[in-house]
């Protein structure tokens, strides 16, 4: 499979700040990757360079085999950017019609409104919409451009749930033609149902790299939790440490951390306890997500964001 | 799709109802006023109409608050709402774009030479060569270049906020001091040693030399090129000027 965003060795400084540190990755044609991190992993910054909106200290940024610049001036490349805004004054349909006309290959106006919800709008002016009308315009303009790798920088931000919901359902129909799609995003959800690959960042490199099911699996076990119906009977103690996996109880509520919760509701079935209210946590993909990030994050990132 | 930006830029302006109110009905409203007023005067000897020059000095009032607002403001506030950020990520070059935002300027600079020009033929009975009427418009829209790079200057430098009242207060002290308020034969000498080298004067200086049957000066022409050149750069160098994201937002995010 061709590689459309390639990323090699790439350290990005802001001040005394390492925002990416030797980061490196590919992502080949018609994949769906999701960059995933807290606030401050360099997530924004990899947009900007893959746009060319920043330049990497070191290493090198390669999208369809050019430089960044060249690929946005070929609109072969398309971002919903996270702090960008609309043109104040111009209507929801001029600004489609100049993204269009940007565009070496554009969708019709129509279907651009279409897919992100706007029909009845194209004569509202931009800065008259709402939160959540204005990201979707967004949105329009990068649907309009029709270009083959569209890079969405948390683009879901201030949306509420409906709304995150029919981007996403916009999304995944406009993606279904085969494009390049990157997100950055720190919503996990968002992550399992939209994307076929996770990278998670943590300052400034990349921690994992995976299908949301085996980033799952790396980072958690399943939880099994029963309740005792006479946790002080004399053979509990004993039964317990018996289990497979590591046991906590509290109480008349017991937890087992496993790797294979099969095998603990087995021995659990065939033992002599008296336990009800059975219940089986599958590994979250947050415990994962905690468990990769995790760390305190450098003081200068802190002091930054308070100037 | 630079000209669909530039057409984009200059439908907002018009679209603008504070741009139609202050830099096309202001000046004509201003101009019928004075010209009722104090136009009546037949000139001295060697001076003009009192219609005429006011006339004059009323296009040029007009013509500086077009090219300023649609620039210095606008951009201004462009850069808080993000919208340069996303022009930067579209297809356009950042030449593209400010060549739209410098035509647009100079666009709506027209309307109000034009319409005041008109007001003057149609409603106060002034009458010249059609030479003139052409010679006027053109320079005084050539003329009006330093105030759109004025504009472009400030809209890089200060914030949103600033934008608007610093521009207009710029635009009504140049204003007043460069005679286009008070006729420059009033202004006393210390005034009028200041106004010779502000553009304002010098602009409308160019309509009322052409009104005259003359040529404009030659130091019409160097001061207003000197302004633009002068502003250009300075205008480069707001635009390179390093800044901070907005919001605050830690930069590394």
């Not at chain 1, 489609?96 to 940007?102: K, P, S």
Request: aromatic letters at 6%.
């Amino acid at each position: 499979m061709e590689t459309v965003l390639a990323l090699e060795g790439v350290t990005r400084r802001y001040a005394e700040t390492v925002a990416l540190d030797d980061l490196s990755f590919a992502v080949p044609s018609g994949s769906a990757v999701a960059l995933l991190g807290p606030n401050g992993a360099g997530k924004t910054t990899t947009v900007s360079l893959l746009m060319g909106l920043a330049a990497a200290d070191a290493g090198s940024v390669t999208v369809c085999g050019t430089t960044p610049r060249a690929a946005v001036a070929s609109g072969r490349i398309a971002a919903m950017l996270q702090d960008s805004g609309l043109m104040p004054g111009a209507t929801v349909g001029e600004l489609v019609e100049l993204a269009r006309r940007c565009a070496p290959d554009p969708l019709p106006a129509a279907e651009a409104l279409e897919l992100s919800g706007l029909s009845g709008l194209a004569r509202r002016r931009a800065d008259r919409l709402s939160g959540g009308q204005a990201q979707r315009l967004k949105f329009a303009l990068v649907a309009a451009a029709n270009p083959r790798i569209l890079v969405l920088d948390e683009p879901t931000r201030a949306l509420d749930v409906q709304a995150r919901a029919r981007f996403w359902e916009a999304m995944r129909a406009y993606a279904a033609g085969g494009r390049t799609i990157l997100f950055a995003t720190h919503y996990l959800d968002e992550v399992d149902r939209n994307a076929g690959r996770v990278l998670v960042m943590s300052r400034g490199r990349i921690v994992a790299d995976g299908t949301p099911a085996q980033l799952r699996e790396r980072g958690g076990r399943s939880v099994v939790g029963f309740r005792l119906d006479d946790p002080k009977a004399e053979n509990v103690a004993g039964v317990l440490a018996a289990l497979p996996g590591s046991v906590m109880a509290e109480g008349d509520r017991v937890s087992v951390q496993t790797d294979d919760p099969d095998a603990t509701v087995r021995a659990l079935a065939a033992g002599p306890l008296c336990w009800h209210a059975l219940s089986i946590a599958a590994p979250s993909l947050e415990e994962s997500f905690l468990s990769l990030t995790a760390g305190p994050s450098p003081i200068s990132a802190t002091s930054r964001e308070e100037s | 799709m630079a000209l669909y930006y530039f057409r984009l830029e200059c439908v907002r302006m018009v679209r603008d109802l504070r741009y139609l109110a202050l830099a096309v009905l202001a000046p004509i409203g201003f101009y019928l006023l004075f010209a009722t007023l104090f136009g009546g005067k037949p000139g001295a000897p060697g001076e003009l109409k009192g219609t005429v020059e006011i006339m004059v000095a009323m296009a040029a009032y007009g013509a500086v608050w077009g090219a300023l607002s649609a620039t210095g403001p606008r951009i201004a506030q462009e850069r808080s709402v993000g919208w340069l950020d996303q022009l930067r990520a579209m297809p356009l070059t950042p030449r593209q774009v400010m060549a739209g935002k410098l035509a647009a300027a100079m666009a709506v600079v027209l309307p109000s030479l034009i319409l005041v020009c008109l007001t003057g033929a149609l409603a106060k009975g002034v009458s010249l060569h059609l030479w003139q009427w052409a010679a006027i418009v053109g320079a005084m829209w050539v003329g009006s270049l330093p105030f759109a790079l004025l504009g472009i200057m400030l809209g890089y430098l200060v914030g949103a906020d600033a934008a608007f009242p610093l521009s207009y207060g710029l635009y009504m002290g140049m204003s007043a001091i460069g005679g286009l308020w008070v006729p420059p034969s009033q202004l006393p000498a210390s005034f009028l040693d200041v106004a010779r080298v502000l553009p304002t004067y010098r602009l409308a200086d160019l309509g009322w030399r052409i009104a005259q049957g003359t040529a404009p000066s030659a130091a019409d022409a160097a001061t207003l090129a000197g302004w633009a050149v002068g502003l250009g750069l300075l205008g480069v160098l707001a635009y390179r000027r390093p800044r901070r994201r907005r919001g605050g937002r830690a930069v590394a995010a």
